[in-house]
């Protein structure tokens, strides 16, 4: 994690007045089965999509809320990052997109008995929403549904 003084001013001065919302209490379900056990979907908020999706929109005013289905079987070679903020230094996604989509590494828990199995399609949503009461009426309630029906026990969200 970096310094605020690290960011260009512009940044500075968003985030110091950006009007953050608290969520109380934080939603919290403790796991009824080992992790061992469980089907573990991964959300990534780094903008990826597939060789053939649609790039997020970065012209929509406070943030592209839709996401992505990234298929459990993809390579992460294949993924393009379209994170929109300019507050980090993109290459390290672009070099390795493990760094904030870790399939590899929970294929590697998988093969060691750490976690059950994956999901079939994971998420991508866009980062930098700063909108987020079309996130959370619309768009969040979808993609628990569709976690819910693919019977995943957890889910590991990457912020980015």
């Keep these: 994690m970096g310094e605020l003084s690290e960011f260009p001013l512009a940044t500075r ?14 939603p919290w379900t403790v796991l009824s089965k080992p992790l061992a056990r469980c089907r573990l979907g991964l959300i990534s908020t780094a903008g990826f999509v597939g060789p053939s999706d649609i790039p997020f929109d970065v012209t929509i005013r406070g943030g592209d809320s839709s996401f992505r289905e990234i298929p459990g079987d993809i390579q992460v070679s294949q993924l393009r990052e379209h994170h929109r903020s300019d507050a980090f230094d993109h290459q390290g996604l672009a ?16 093969k060691r008995g750490r976690i059950g199995g ?28 569709l976690f819910e029906e693919d019977g995943v026990d957890v889910a590991l969200l990457v912020p980015v």
Excluded: C
């Excluded at 001065?13 to 934080?26: A, E, G, H, N, S």
């Excluded at 070099?95 to 399939?103: K, V, Y």
């Design 95 to 110: 070099a390795d997109p493990n760094l904030a989509f870790p399939i590899d590494r929970l294929r590697e828990l998988v």
């Design 118 to 145: 994956l999901n079939a399609r994971h998420l991508s949503f866009m980062g930098s929403i700063t909108a987020t009461g079309r996130l959370q009426r619309d768009v969040l309630p979808l993609a628990a549904r």
């Design 13 to 26: 001065l968003f985030l110091k007045t950006y009007q953050w919302r608290r969520i109380d209490p934080v």
